[in-house]
């Protein structure tokens, strides 16, 4: 039995040096949890892996979640992180004022100096295709983690199929990879068939 390798995205998630988890909040996940709870313990666990893969090989952590004045925020107060995926003291968390991450004129800014990031969390089909869409403007790399990702139901159609179409969508902008992929694709390799000389 053989499989087929995506060479392209393989190598467009080796130069994602950065991760980006949109909305791991506690009110986005009991949304959720009501289309697909199946399916998000599936996300929820392929985050948590990218996260704890992430912090084990030194790649920055940016969390985003929108601000207190976008009108998702329920009376000025922030819904809790979702416990274990909630960032550390070493990351990063940007607050949006649009779908995109972009929207945060520091996110922006340190994108900039990246300019190569994956992405996954909540929302994929409003924020992540919003982001790799800014991305793709700006010149800046992609990964789309499509089991790191979830998407909300819509009133003609179950989650399961907003997510499809989501990553298709993200596909014309950004490569899609699983988050075993980009595990391996990201995962520090000794330097092998080399002679050094002094």
């Known amino acids: 039995m053989s499989s087929v390798i995506n060479l392209r995205s393989y190598v467009g998630a080796s130069t994602s040096r950065l991760l980006v988890m949109v909305d791991l909040q506690t009110r986005g996940c009991d949304e959720l949890a009501q289309d697909n709870p199946q399916d998000l313990a599936r996300v929820l666990d392929n ?12 790649i920055p952590i940016a969390f985003t979640r929108p601000c207190k004045t976008l009108g998702l925020v329920e ?17 990063m968390v940007f607050e949006r ?4 991450c972009y929207g945060n004129s520091l996110f922006s800014d340190v994108v900039s100096r990246i300019e190569s990031f994956a992405i996954g969390g909540l929302g994929a089909e409003e924020i992540c295709l ?19 990702s979830a ?10 199929t907003v997510h499809g179409v989501a990553t298709s969508a993200v596909e014309l902008f950004a490569d899609v990879a699983t988050t075993s992929r980009w595990l391996v694709a990201t995962a520090p390799r000794p330097v ?4 050094w000389m002094s």
């Open 75 to 91: 009376r000025g107060v922030q819904s809790p992180w979702l416990q274990g995926l909630e960032p550390k003291r070493a990351d």
């Open 192 to 195: 092998r068939g080399h002679v």
């Open 47 to 58: 985050c948590s892996a990218a996260i704890r893969h992430a912090r084990a090989n030194g």
């Open 97 to 100: 004022q649009h779908p995109s």
């Open 151 to 160: 998407s909300r139901q819509r009133p003609h159609a179950d989650a399961c």
């Open 130 to 148: 919003a982001t790799a869409i800014d991305a793709a403007h700006r010149g800046h790399h992609v990964t789309f983690l499509s089991d790191a």
